[in-house]
């Protein structure tokens, strides 16, 4: 039988060892989880992702399409994928900001693709070639209106290929845009990975399962049926607020039932959408949680605090939004304090902490100075926190 | 991708009666939105007659529009239909048509959804020459946010934006689509229903891109503000100003000015056309993979 | 990861977690030196990451090109302390050298940089361009046969798995000459291009 991921195993350099660019990885990921369509517009850090796919879509009957602009790229996703079509699009933060409004059109015509951005240092043009996690809040809610979100973050080259692949099924599975974030090191980094560890990750609700029966055939009424062009029910697909015919309504208890239904068909399914890894579990006094690049400097100042003596819990999320509820505050009741250091000001420090401040204190460690923070900064402000806490 | 596909074309009832156009209409969608003496609905049905005409599938064909007036033909068309966003349709229906080549693609625009915030869309699905029909109602104004000025509005003219008269000058569509690349550009009028009818049959029929501009009448917004005011007074003077390409040929620009120079304005037939040619280009990289 | 293969005798293949630098000016290729490493590194069964940084100019601006290798997953992929520093250009050594270990290598062109910083570290100061017209007559060939020197001074890669990064990693026709190149940087004598330390 053919393996699902042959196109990661074509990057073999020797037996079972693979060095791939973290851009790649992802367009690899892409392409094995199905992608037959990608539309997108170049963009410092995350062109190669676009160029791969310009490469190897045709090979596989798929349709690469380079566009006008992000605003056309992200479109034409969507109606490919209106069409039954998997589609996919990458950029960073400019073009970021472009899609923003095709993706609640997304959002609410519940057309299943996926956004991966690569950041990079904002606002604006910022600095295309640094490292940044400064779009957190964006992918949350740079939309307009009241949306769901689904948005996943890598911090590896394994992460590209797996969070794309996880991205894609999440997508099909609950109709809806899902965002990846990546940042300027992530996506150019080269690393070694075995593609064993492509298999899976920790989920509330058990392991993540890659296979294409993820997506199970009869949905529950809380997704709602594909609005698919060309299946002999000509639907009509609107941004308007509608019905369950397609059409558009005013009616107010209709509306905001169907807002509802958006919500819920995320919210409802947190213990399978949080994937996260946590390590030193109920060891620690005080906890790291992090994501992206940052996750990375986390895992890394575990293992010197523990040299230092300071016993740490590290809480690495992979999805970030829907926000994982219920693995925060189970990690609030355990430890003294959270530490959540972010290439940013404290985005996501923010969300964690009206999530944790009934059980702990949080504090945000942020730097964007377009330099990743090192896990000696973090030990550092750990033993500072811990001796402050204990003096106090 | 469609390759390989069932193409399970839908199963109409053979009917001894001839079909009217409300075999494409959700008619339990009526009443619609447009305004009395509006011409959207005229031009609707000259698409409509069009695609009777050519016995369009209505699981074969989707119609993409945007945001506007226009644009809310499709919330009563009986095809695929999609009402995107402003601007976008043809960026939508670039997707459509890419990923399903076998569908017959129609995209209903508006003169501000098409040529202000969708004219980067045009230009470059002109270029492309990829097979879809644009239509682009041309009422000259905003009508559905309660007539702004529009790039059609023309010199002189009055909006709500432009109270003092509009100083800024229009697009000729026509010629702007055909330096774009657009291989089928013509011009009709909510007046010319018949000429109207097809000049869209026969660009729904051209393999490549079409654009039809449809000159119509927006009495509500936009005849309020600019002479000829009233429905009727408006198609007259369409019929007026309305002359054909052949006549407009030996005219002088003084002539010409302010006349609409409608029928077949450009067609090109020796451009290859998008899906055709990444088909192709398919063919060409799975040989050289099987050698 | 599976059994190591045998490496190079030297100081830097025994070391479990090991930062290397390449830095130089856009156009000397110095990228691509970290990426051939970090295929080495891959074949020889460790852990790598590699990332770079380099200025807007595709010529002339800084360039560098870091790579870690490790015998267990690595979790920070930057520089934290450097084992071995090669500089191609002297606003290299001077940028970098702050960042080596004092038990680590500075391997620097000495046509480039004629007043090498002082430092703990073991130096070694090569004429690489000069070598490479020698070798193969022409200085595109210097990154290739640098990092023979530096395979060949540190054992921060095998021989073997190197041949085979280079090999599928220099443009078509080139092979043979950038070989040449590899084998010239791999035999040079340590005893001979050492400079003492300060």
């Given at each position: 039988?053919?393996l ?6 074509r ?12 851009n790649r990885?992802?367009?690899?990921g ?6 037959r369509?990608f539309?997108?517009?170049?963009i ?11 490469r190897?879509?045709p090979?596989v ?6 566009m006008e602009?992000?605003i056309?790229?992200i479109?034409?996703?969507i ?5 039954g079509?998997?589609s ?8 970021f900001?472009?899609?923003q409004?095709?993706?609640g059109?997304?959002i609410m ?5 996926v ?11 910022g600095?295309?070639t640094t490292?940044?996690q ?14 769901p979100a ?5 911090s ?21 845009p899902?965002i ?12 070694s990975f ?13 392991d993540?399962?890659?296979t294409e029966t ?10 709602h ?10 639907p009509?697909?609107t941004?308007?607020i ?20 958006l919500?819920?068909?995320v919210?409802?399914h947190?213990g ?5 890894d946590v390590?030193n579990?109920?060891k ?12 990375r ?32 505050q ?30 702990t ?11 990743l ?8 402000r750990?033993?500072e926190l811990v001796?402050?806490y204990?003096?106090a | 991708?469609?390759?390989?596909e069932s ?13 009217t ?11 619609h939105i ?10 609707t ?12 599938e209505?699981d074969?064909?989707v ?8 644009s809310r033909?499709?919330?009563?068309l009986d ?5 995107s966003?402003?601007?976008?349709a043809l960026?939508?229906a ?9 569908f017959?693609?129609?995209v209903?625009t508006?003169?501000?959804d098409g040529a202000?915030i ?27 946010t ?5 790039p059609?509005?023309g010199m002189?003219?009055?909006a709500?934006t432009?109270p003092?008269?509009?100083d800024?000058?229009?697009f000729d569509?026509c010629?702007?689509?055909e330096?774009?690349g ?6 009709g009028?909510s ?5 109207l009818q097809?000049?869209i ?11 039809i501009?449809?000159v119509?009448q ?5 005849g ?7 429905p ?5 003077n369409?019929?007026e ?11 002088t ?5 302010g ?8 067609r090109d037939?020796?451009?290859?056309e ?6 192709r280009?398919?063919e060409r990289i ?6 | ?6 490496m190079?005798d030297?100081l ?5 977690y090991v930062e290397?630098?390449?830095g ?6 110095v ?9 080495a ?6 852990h790598?990451?590699q990332t770079?940084?380099?200025?807007p ?17 690595i979790?920070y ?11 191609l250009?002297?606003?290299a ?35 690489f361009?000069r070598?490479?017209v ?8 210097t ?5 023979g020197?530096?395979?060949?001074l ?7 798995s190197?041949e085979k990064?280079?090999?599928?990693m ?14 010239r940087?791999?035999a ?9 330390s300060?």
């Amino acid at each position: 039988m053919e393996l699902w991921y042959t196109h990661l195993m074509r990057e073999t350099i020797d037996q079972d060892s693979l060095l791939v660019q973290g851009n790649r990885a992802c367009a690899l990921g892409a392409l094995d989880a199905g992608v037959r369509f990608f539309a997108g517009y170049p963009i410092t850090p995350s062109s190669e992702i676009m160029e791969v796919m310009a490469r190897e879509l045709p090979a596989v009957g798929g349709v690469f399409m380079q566009m006008e602009d992000e605003i056309a790229s992200i479109c034409a996703c969507i109606g490919a994928s209106l069409t039954g079509e998997i589609s996919m699009t990458a950029t960073s933060g400019p073009g970021f900001s472009l899609m923003q409004e095709a993706i609640g059109y997304a959002i609410m015509a519940e057309a299943p693709t996926v956004i991966v951005n690569v950041m990079r240092m904002g606002p604006s043009t910022g600095r295309p070639t640094t490292p940044s996690q400064g779009d957190v809040m964006q992918a949350r809610w740079g939309t307009h209106g009241d949306h769901p979100a689904i948005v996943l973050a890598a911090s590896n080259v394994a992460d590209m290929y797996r969070l794309t692949i996880a991205a894609v099924r999440f997508a099909q599975r609950f109709r809806m845009p899902v965002i990846v974030l990546a940042d300027e090191i992530v996506g150019h980094m080269r690393e070694s990975f075995s593609p064993e560890i492509a298999g899976r990750y920790r989920l509330t609700s058990g392991d993540f399962d890659f296979t294409e029966t993820y997506i199970h055939p009869e949905m529950v009424r809380e997704v709602h049926p594909p609005h698919e062009l060309g299946t002999l029910i000509h639907p009509h697909v609107t941004g308007l607020i509608h019905d369950e015919t397609g059409f558009p309504t005013n009616d107010p208890k209709k509306s905001e039932q169907f807002l509802r239904e958006l919500h819920d068909k995320v919210v409802h399914h947190r213990g399978e959408l949080c994937l996260y890894d946590v390590k030193n579990v109920g060891k620690g006094r005080v906890a790291v949680v992090a994501y992206g690049s940052c996750a990375r400097s986390a895992r890394a100042a575990l293992k010197l605090a523990e040299q230092e003596g300071i016993p740490v819990e590290v809480l690495h999320l992979y999805t970030l939004f829907p926000l994982p509820v219920e693995i925060i505050q189970e990690l609030a009741r355990r430890v003294e304090f959270i530490l959540i250091p972010e290439l940013n000001l404290g985005q996501y420090a923010r969300e964690v902490r009206r999530l944790a401040e009934n059980w702990t204190t949080v504090v945000s460690m942020g730097r964007i100075d377009g330099n990743l923070i090192t896990p000696r900064d973090i030990v550092d402000r750990l033993a500072e926190l811990v001796g402050k806490y204990e003096s106090a | 991708m469609a390759e390989g596909e069932s193409s399970v074309a839908e199963q109409e009832p053979s009917v001894a009666e001839p079909r009217t156009i409300d075999h494409y209409l959700h008619t339990d969608r009526f009443p619609h939105i447009w305004c009395p003496g509006c011409g959207l609905g005229t031009v609707t049905a000259a698409f409509l007659r069009a695609a009777l005409e050519l016995g369009l599938e209505k699981d074969r064909t989707v119609v993409v529009a945007g945001i506007g007036c226009s644009s809310r033909a499709v919330g009563y068309l009986d095809f695929g239909t999609v009402h995107s966003i402003h601007g976008r349709a043809l960026a939508f229906a670039t997707g459509i048509k890419m990923a399903h080549p076998e569908f017959t693609v129609i995209v209903l625009t508006g003169d501000g959804d098409g040529a202000a915030i969708g004219g980067n869309h045009l230009i470059h699905a002109c270029r492309r020459n990829l097979d879809i029909t644009t239509i682009l109602f041309n009422n000259n104004t905003y009508g559905m946010t309660g007539g702004q000025a529009s790039p059609q509005t023309g010199m002189g003219g009055y909006a709500t934006t432009a109270p003092f008269g509009f100083d800024e000058p229009s697009f000729d569509l026509c010629r702007l689509a055909e330096a774009a690349g657009a291989t089928y550009v013509a011009r009709g009028t909510s007046y010319g229903v018949r000429q109207l009818q097809k000049l869209i049959r026969d660009g729904i029929t051209h393999p490549g891109f079409s654009f039809i501009e449809a000159v119509t009448q927006c009495p509500t917004e936009y005849g309020k503000r600019n002479p000829p005011k009233g429905p009727v007074q408006m198609l007259e003077n369409l019929k007026e100003k309305a002359i054909s390409r052949k006549k407009a040929e030996g005219m002088t620009p003084e002539e010409l000015e302010g006349r609409i120079v409608t029928g077949l304005l450009h067609r090109d037939e020796s451009v290859p056309e998008l899906t055709a040619s990444y088909a192709r280009m398919l063919e060409r990289i799975r040989k050289s993979a099987d050698e | 990861m599976s059994e190591a293969p045998a490496m190079t005798d030297g100081l830097l293949s025994s070391r479990p977690y090991v930062e290397v630098r390449f830095g130089g000016s856009g156009g000397q290729g110095v990228i691509l030196m970290g990426v051939i490493l970090a295929v080495a590194g891959t074949r020889d069964r460790r852990h790598v990451v590699q990332t770079q940084s380099y200025g807007p100019e595709a010529r002339g601006g800084y360039s560098r090109s870091d790579v870690v290798l490790a015998n267990a997953p690595i979790d920070y992929p930057q520089i934290q302390g450097l084992d071995l520093l090669v500089a191609l250009s002297a606003e290299a050594a001077r940028k970098y050298a702050g960042s080596l270990r004092r038990d680590g290598f500075f391997i620097f062109d000495s046509d480039e940089i004629t007043s090498p910083p002082p430092m703990d570290a073991n130096s070694y100061g090569i004429p690489f361009t000069r070598l490479a017209v020698e070798t193969t007559g022409r200085t595109q060939t210097t990154n290739i046969l640098a990092l023979g020197a530096v395979a060949g001074l540190t054992g921060v890669v095998s021989v073997a798995s190197l041949e085979k990064a280079v090999l599928s990693m220099v443009p078509k026709g080139t092979e043979e000459m950038n070989l040449n190149a590899l084998r010239r940087g791999l035999a040079l004598l340590p005893e001979e291009w050492k400079r003492p330390s300060i």
